[in-house]
Nanobody, 130 residues
Framework: QVQLVESGGGSVQAGGSLRLSCAAS????????MAWFRQAPGKEREGVAH???????VYAASVKGRFTISKDNAKYTLSLQMNSLKPEDTAMYYC????????????????????????WGQGTQVTVSS
């Protein structure tokens, strides 16, 4: 059973906007930490944003103020609204889910190793042209 399905990528010009969505299974959505990552060709994977079940959000410095992560509890969906896009935002974007750590929850998950994550989506390409 596929746990995470992303959608919403595409090509835009610099300054434009895109909205990514990640549909999760109800169990995964309710019990796992969820986050967005991205990876550009030839570069390391980068944590973009995550949101706790209490709504607390954390963003990478490179996207803070431009991207907004949110959850739709009725649709079990994680979203990433991306505004003021820059060419350097071009990458494959992935939704990922991991079990919270006892006593720490989801804290610091943008820095967790890839092996810590139980599920990854198939990825959605975002291309920003100058």
């Amino acid at each position: 059973q596929v746990q995470l399905v992303e959608s919403g990528g595409g090509s835009v010009q610099a300054g434009g906007s895109l909205r990514l969505s990640c549909a999760a299974s109800p169990y995964t959505y309710s019990n796992y930490c969820m986050a967005w990552f991205r990876q550009a060709p030839g570069k390391e994977r980068e944590g973009v944003a995550h949101i706790d079940n209490d709504g607390a959000t954390v963003y990478a410095a490179s996207v803070k103020g431009r991207f907004t992560i949110s959850k739709d509890n009725a649709k079990y969906t994680l979203s990433l609204q991306m505004n003021s896009l820059k060419p350097e935002d071009t990458a494959m974007y992935y939704c990922a889910a991991a079990r919270p750590i006892v006593l720490r929850g989801c804290s610091g998950m943008l820095a967790w190793p890839a092996t810590r994550f139980a599920y990854w989506g198939q990825g959605t390409q975002v291309t920003v042209s100058s």
